[in-house]
């Protein structure tokens, strides 16, 4: 074999000790990973930039940044920019979302077992709903996302959803009777206003603001939250009855896709930060809650405060039936 020149040798040394230099810089990477890759990830919602959604996950993006010195970049993106709620979801199980918090009704959609929390008057109350979501249950439901492609983060909540409407004070299932009304895309909610004697439509949010206006539909069901900061009352929205029908579980979830290009150092960070986030959130919409209730008052919107619910309860009692997950939904009941 015919001896290589010597500047050829030193060129091949020279550039051989150069990528050595740089592969090591690598390793040695901020998070000890080998990697100094900055990961961007893309976070949609549909609420405002003053709602907890955004605040909550916000204050996450800013610690995980902080906690990987810049390595994850969390954008927030509000108000339905890169999506409504359920293409929002059907995103990530597809990785071309990577991460989102939505209310669980329209994510059932691709996880059904989530159907069992959108059971009307299913939760006695909000600390036992929290005490569902967080133990072996709310474990198990994440599992199942997990299926779908979604990995589920942490719980927060929407809040509970109350009636508005532009025809007349709804005090008992009878005032229902013919309105129409939008619901979420969720079968159990379509079914629960059913029985209700209501007509629902449903609908992603995106819409409904325009269908309300419209006069497309009369009434629509969500927490005083978004009722306020979506100033209903501008769109036909009168009467705001406070039926508390559901406890509006939310989640804070990423693509599976995402989460396991993630060096793993970096996604423990980014789950514990959002699992912060969901209790951060679910306190934020306690506080505003009240708040949000003077403020339709002011506003010239009629709530009434004191609905017997016993009647709307009973109505509803054929849902519990019609839902196909019943061993869930009894380890909820049997739980609280
Ligand atoms: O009614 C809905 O679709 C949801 O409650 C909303 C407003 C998008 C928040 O999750």
Known sequence: MKAKPF?????????????T???????????????????????????????????????MADRVEERTDGQVVIEVYPNSEIGAERELTEGMTLGTVDMVVSSTAPVTNFVPELEVLDVPFLFKNRESAVNVLEGKIGDKLFDK??????????????????ITNGVH????????EGL???????DIH???????GAQPTPMAWTEALTALQQGVVDAQEN?????????????????????????????YMMSKQTYEELPEDLRKIVVEE?????????????????????????????IIEEVDTEPFQKKVEPVYEQVEHQDLLQEIRDAQ
């Open 7 to 19: 500047y050829i040798v030193l060129i091949g040394l020279l550039l051989a000790l150069f990528s």
């Open 21 to 59: 230099a740089c592969s090591s810089d690598d390793a040695e990477g901020s998070n000890g990973e080998g990697n100094d890759k900055v990961y961007t990830l893309e976070a949609g919602h549909s609420l405002p930039d003053d709602h907890p959604y955004h605040i909550a996950f916000e204050n």
């Open 145 to 162: 996302m997990e299926e779908k492609g979604i990995i589920g983060l942490s719980w927060g909540e929407n809040g509970y959803r109350h």
């Open 169 to 176: 004070p709804i005090e008992k299932p009878a005032d229902l």
């Open 180 to 186: 129409k009304i939008r619901t979420q895309e969720n």
């Open 190 to 196: 379509l079914a629960a206003f059913e029985a209700l």
């Open 223 to 251: 927490p005083a939250i978004v009722a306020d900061q979506f100033s209903l009352y501008e769109s036909n929205q009168t009467y705001m009855s406070l039926t508390g029908h559901v406890y509006s579980v939310a989640v």
């Open 274 to 302: 959002a699992q912060k986030a969901g209790a951060e959130e679910r306190e934020l919409i306690v506080e505003m809650e009240q708040e949000s209730l003077t403020k339709l008052k002011e506003q010239g919107m009629e």
